[in-house]
Structures are given as structure tokens and as C-alpha cells.
């Protein structure tokens, strides 16, 4: 599985009047690494499969807000 949370370090100005966040953080969709859907996938169960919103495991993008 593919660290789906990516870091970014934005520049911070020494006439920024804004208090400096040094480091910002967002997600990156898993269907972005796969290329094409390979045979035999393993698969969720149905009842699985709808709570978590996709079929296959590979896809699946848990969304943990940061509030």
C-alpha cells in the first residue's frame, strides 16, 4: 500500500503578515498509482464494500479529518 498522505515545506516569507505554517500536509487518491485494474483483485465483501465506499481494498482512501 502506497503512504497516501504527502508533506509539502511552503516557502515563508520574512514579510508574510500571517503567522508561518512550515509544514502542509494532503492526500493523494490510491487510483492515482494504479495504472490498470488487474485481474483478481482481492475484494471486499458486499457488506464491506459498501461502508467502505469501493469494492477493492487497493482503492480504498480512508478520510481522517485533522479537526
Not at 43 to 59: D, K, M
Request: charged share 10%.
Amino acid at each position: 500500500m502506497v503512504n497516501q498522505v504527502k508533506v509539502w515545506f511552503p516557502y515563508i516569507s520574512p514579510h508574510d503578515p500571517c503567522p508561518p505554517i512550515y509544514e502542509k500536509t494532503y492526500y493523494t487518491p490510491p487510483n492515482l498509482f494504479i495504472t490498470f485494474q488487474p485481474m483478481n483483485l482481492p475484494q471486499f465483501s458486499p457488506h464491506e464494500a459498501l461502508r467502505h465506499g469501493t469494492l477493492w481494498p487497493a482503492l480504498y482512501s480512508p478520510y481522517e479529518p485533522n479537526c
